[in-house]
């Protein structure tokens, strides 16, 4: 608790237009600024990609698919995560599944959705789609920062894949035929990695 109030008295420290006030209080609530911080920074995606320290992971756009995702994410109520699969194929099909809901701090793959990623191949393979890779996203209802210290340093908050997400990248690799896309989406970029 205390380290909610603590951050929430640095709200009126951010020197760039708020983002919505469940994401605050989410950042708030799951992190704890450094000590000093003097002003605070919300990053769009360009600022993230001139970053260049995200340990191989892609930074890009979010275009209409992540908008969607995010959309189902509830931004602006209660932030959670979710997650869908997709098939990338020579074809240009549009081969998604339901979108799997998750908790505020996490997504975890039940028995059901590793079915769903084996009923989508089986079904691509038997209408003859070539498949060039299987995209699984989902959001980290986040917003990433840069907190300006009292001394001038800069701290950056970032969202991307996390290492539970790239060991849950490696395991589906495994059983998966086809090259796998873990892909976080923030509201401001998305990070992914080739598996």
């Known amino acids: 608790m205390f380290n909610l109030v ?14 919505s006030f469940s994401l605050i209080f989410k950042l708030f609530k799951d992190i704890r600024l450094p000590e000093g911080v003097k002003e605070l920074y919300h990053l769009d995606w360009q600022e993230i990609k001139a970053l260049n320290g995200f340990h191989h992971q892609e930074v890009n756009e979010n ?8 959309k189902a994410s509830s931004l602006s109520f ?16 549009e081969i998604k599944s339901k979108i799997f809901k998750g908790k505020s701090h996490g997504f975890f793959p039940t028995v059901s959705f590793k079915q769903q990623l084996s009923k989508m191949i ?18 980290h209802p986040s917003i990433e920062l840069l907190a300006m210290k009292k ?6 908050i970032k969202n991307g894949l ?3 997400d790239i060991k849950f990248g490696q395991h589906i690799a495994e ?9 976080a989406i923030t ?9």
């Open 78 to 93: 209660y932030p959670r995560e979710v997650c869908q699969i997709s098939i990338t194929n020579s074809q240009n099909e």
């Open 187 to 195: 509201p401001a970029a998305n990070y992914s990695m080739l598996f």
């Open 6 to 19: 603590y951050n929430f008295t640095h709200i009126f420290s951010f020197k760039t237009k708020l983002p």
């Open 122 to 139: 089986l079904e691509a393979r038997k209408r003859g789609i070539i498949v060039e890779e299987i995209v699984i996203s989902h959001t």
């Open 63 to 70: 275009k209409n698919d992540e908008k969607q995702l995010l």
């Open 175 to 183: 059983f998966c035929p086809y090259p796998v896309r873990i892909k």
């Open 162 to 164: 996390s290492e539970a």
């Open 151 to 156: 001394d001038g340093e800069g701290v950056y």
